[in-house]
């Protein structure tokens, strides 16, 4: 039996919770290991377990695999999640760099000095709803299928989950005006191991808080 990934990161979101997303839709079982202080993130370091000196990163297939993009493409392509083709792929990349992009935003939000705070989030909101989600409903329009590429799940469809749910935590009538991505909202939501993935008690990490904010501030000194 092969051993299960093993990812090392802090306790919230971040850049790992996509990976998280995408090993949970693939079914496959991994382990966390949590970065808590400064001093874990250093023995890590100083055992020669971070390529860059940074996280995420992820024990995976006897790699220890850094650079957060570099590790979702390698489980997409590895779940057939990844499109059957170097077109489907090409496509399935632009929307995830598209989704990353928002959720990169959002990302940042709890991290920005208080006085900024409401212009940012406003920008945030005005970005989901003018710039990225009249993309993803126009692709799903034009396309006329139950899925962003082709006719099966993709890592693309995994971002798009991912990014719709975090806008819509800021802002809940977000996809008003965007009746078919509230409909792959339904729907996707209701594949198992999304379903799973979305039930109290799984590896889904929580919104950030205060109390995270200032324990990221302090392991990773900014
Ligand atoms: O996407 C990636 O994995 C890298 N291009 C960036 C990873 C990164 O910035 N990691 C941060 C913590 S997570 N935050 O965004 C990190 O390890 N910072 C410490 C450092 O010395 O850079």
Redesign the pocket.
Known sequence: MTAKPKLY??QGR???ESIRWLLAVAGVEFEEQFIQTKED?EKLRSDGF?L?????MVEIDGMKM??????LNYIAAKYNLHGKDLKEKALIDMYVEGTTDLMGMI?LLPFQPIEDKQKQLALIIERATTRYFPVYEKVLKDHGQDFLVGNHLSFADVQLIEAILMVEELKSDSLSKFPLLQAFKARISNTPNIKKFLQPGSQRKAPPDDKYVAQ?KK???F
């Open positions: 990161y802090v971040g850049k790992m993130l971070l860059f000196q940074q996280v995420p850094v650079q957060s993009r570099a590790i990302m990221v392991i990773f000194s």
